[in-house]
């Protein structure tokens, strides 16, 4: 509660009545400011525990914990699991994410329906989600290791060259894609930076710091939210939770991002 | 604004090289799957994944060819005929109408109340103003638009068009069609043309 209230007064500051000129360094250096502070706590350590809790817990109609579940490096192996994903599962016969191989192993080792397993994919003031706790905990993992995720599985590389031409897909009564705002580098929205994701650096320092805990929404947001969040802004229809073409745009996404080093979770505003 | 680039080509080479599917079938797929993932919600319908003439052809990675001259040309040609005019020629409403429609960024997500009339959301992409110093930077700056480029009725028939239906003069523009797809009323637009063209507004000083 500290922290997001540290964040609107940063908002009315910013949002002053200087004069521009004088003001634009201020502003810029007061952002850095504030993300520097943000960095010195970050409540992603609470998700991280919850979300080991979650891990070892025996749930589910089987009764079972989730440490029996295969992230791609063999049963129970949470350790750097997160850098090599999304990639080819043969048990599955196709390509998962962090999210949908979660929901995987919830539906055989744990017994929940699909429908069970996806109730709550993200959380809100009113219920939280398991996946937000999950998710922070298995990335954790994965911090320091450089992304790494494979791409010699015929439905690997499917899924990157369908993930490509949904990024650049334009459509809904904007004419907006993903490119519109992610395929040139040095712009923002407002003052918010935008990360070039077609260009390595951009894309690593994006795709690293993801799931985050967002100041804003008191909330750890997985990638999934983010696809789901940025789909929404786009004007398009729902993007489905574990949906083929999630799975295809982070496929996509983590290639770009190969050889970043994982920071996450990280804290954004 | 178009992207084409050198890399998309050697990345072109890289993807292509191992790939069973022809980039049409690709296409053909993605689609496909897109319909599947999404779902509709509130005033988002799937049909929102329908593109039309200029979306279908403006989809284009850095590992696609450019779009032709001859394609550019026809959409751009297409895309001015169909900019409506206002019936009885008042191209300029109020500016202060013009700031608050700028300044606003809601409307047509499946969030929004769709009863509240939708904003142009201009600070996003643009600077415009002095006084405001929380502006984008994914358009150029519209700072004295009319100032720097003259008040008289071409250059106002001209901001008028730009905010209709960009893809009328740069074919691929990423600005979205406000008039064209139904995003702001006529009097909305009326407004946010003062708002660049009016000798009054805070854009002009």
């Known amino acids: 509660m500290k922290i997001r209230a540290a964040g609107v007064a940063l908002v009315l500051s910013v949002a002053g009545v200087l004069p521009a000129v004088a003001q634009e360094r201020t502003t810029a250096e007061e952002i850095a400011r504030y993300r520097q502070l ?22 589910g109609p089987k009764n079972a914990s989730l440490e029996r579940c295969d992230l791609g ?22 390509v998962m994410d962090l999210e949908t191989r979660l929901v995987h192993c919830m539906t055989t080792l ?14 809100s003031d009113v219920v939280r989600s398991d996946f937000e706790g999950l998710v922070a905990y298995i990335t954790a993992e994965s911090r320091g290791m450089a992304m790494n995720a494979p791409l010699s599985h015929a439905k690997e590389k499917e899924a990157y060259r369908l993930g490509e031409r949904m990024f650049f897909f334009r459509g809904g009564p904007h004419d907006f894609s993903c490119a519109t705002c992610h395929s040139e ?7 918010q930076d935008l990360p070039n994701m077609t260009q390595p650096e951009d894309a690593k320092r994006a795709y690293t710091t993801w799931p985050a805990y967002r100041v804003s929404q008191g909330e750890v947001r997985s990638m999934q939210w983010r696809l789901f969040d940025c789909f929404r802004q786009q004007r398009f229809p729902e993007l489905a ?18 050889g970043g080093a994982m920071d996450a979770p990280a804290i954004k505003r | 604004m178009t992207r084409r680039t050198l890399a ?6 890289l993807v292509a090289g191992c790939a069973t599917m022809s980039d049409a079938e690709v296409r053909q797929r993605s689609l496909d799957v897109m319909k599947a993932s999404f779902k509709e919600r509130g005033q988002a319908k799937l049909d929102r994944l329908n593109q039309d003439e200029v979306q279908a052809l403006c989809s284009r990675a850095p590992t696609d060819p450019p779009l032709a001259k001859a394609d550019e040309e026809r959409l751009v040609t297409a895309q001015r005929a169909a900019i409506r005019y206002p019936a009885d020629g008042r191209l300029l409403g109020d500016w202060r ?93 009326r407004h946010v043309v003062a708002l660049l063209m009016d000798k009054d507004s ?3 000083k």
Request: aromatic share 12%; net charge positive.
């Open chain 1, 38 to 59: 943000l960095q010195d706590g970050n409540p992603a350590d609470l998700w991280e525990v919850r979300g080991e809790g979650l891990w070892k817990q025996k749930r």
């Open chain 1, 73 to 94: 490096l063999g049963p129970g192996v949470v350790k750097g699991a997160y850098a090599v994903l999304p990639r080819y599962f043969a048990d599955a016969d196709r």
């Open chain 1, 110 to 123: 744990q017994g929940f329906s699909f429908a069970e397993a996806t109730k709550t994919p993200y959380g």
């Open chain 1, 185 to 191: 580098s040095g712009r923002r929205i407002r003052l």
């Open chain 1, 241 to 258: 939770f574990t949906s083929e073409a999630s799975i295809a745009l982070t496929t996509y996404l983590a290639q770009k991002a190969r």
């Open chain 2, 8 to 13: 998309g080509a050697i990345a072109l080479t």
């Open chain 2, 97 to 189: 109408e013009g700031e608050k429609i700028a300044q606003t960024g809601v409307g047509k997500q499946f969030s929004d109340n769709p009863s509240v009339p939708a904003g142009g959301n201009c600070y996003a992409c643009h600077q415009m103003t002095k006084e405001e110093i929380s502006y984008g930077t994914i358009g150029p700056s519209l700072y004295q638009f009319a100032k720097l480029r003259g008040y008289g009725e071409d250059m106002q028939k001209y901001a008028w068009g730009k905010v209709y239906n960009p893809q009328a003069y740069t074919a691929c523009s990423t600005m979205p069609r406000f008039g064209h797809n139904g995003i702001l009323t006529e009097d909305q637009i």
């Open chain 2, 202 to 204: 805070p854009v002009n």
